[in-house]
């Protein structure tokens, strides 16, 4: 490896650079691993979910445990009514993800190989492919097609 800082070769990796001292990292290690489209989906269906559970948990206790008849104030409703408008849109957000993973499913091609079929007459035998007519090749022309649009001009 070579120093980033300085250029100094044959440098050990998650050290320290001998010419200038600068630490030198791992730069392979370092690139992450690319988490596809379906892991995103299962991840944001999860926490929309449990975000749902909880708002509708503390709504529940909130309300069980603060609101008295007589005297409660409006502060707790208002919190509430917010508890449960945040835990409708995660439903609604853990409906639409589930709705877009049946999309990609949809969208994903088939990973399973396509199985290759060979000729009914004799699959032992190999496979040609025909000759190519050298004597009537014609190389192409660099300038074929190129002068199409010009127009010829006269002399003075």
């Known amino acids: 490896m070579f120093c980033p800082k300085c250029g100094a070769a044959e440098q050990s990796v998650e050290s ?3 010419a200038c001292g600068s630490f030198l990292p791992d730069f392979e290690t370092a ?12 991840i944001n269906s999860f926490f929309s979910l449990a975000s749902a559970v909880v708002g509708i948990a503390l709504a529940i206790t909130l309300y069980a445990t603060l609101i008295s008849p007589h005297n409660a104030p409006i502060v707790v409703y208002i919190t509430f009514g917010f508890l449960m408008a ?25 990973r399973e190989p396509a199985e290759l079929t060979m ?19 014609v190389p192409a022309s ?6 199409r649009n010009l ?5 003075r």
């Open 31 to 42: 690139i992450k691993k690319e988490i596809s489209i379906e892991e995103h989906l299962k």
């Open 151 to 155: 127009t010829k001009s006269e002399r």
């Open 16 to 18: 320290y650079c001998r």
């Open 86 to 110: 945040m835990s409708a849109w995660q439903i609604q957000t853990f409906i639409r993800t589930k709705l877009v993973k049946k999309q990609v499913a949809k969208l994903k091609p088939n």
């Open 119 to 137: 000729p009914a007459a004799d699959p032992a035998a190999p496979i040609s492919l025909n000759a190519p007519d050298m004597e009537n090749y």
């Open 142 to 147: 660099v300038t074929e097609r190129t002068t």
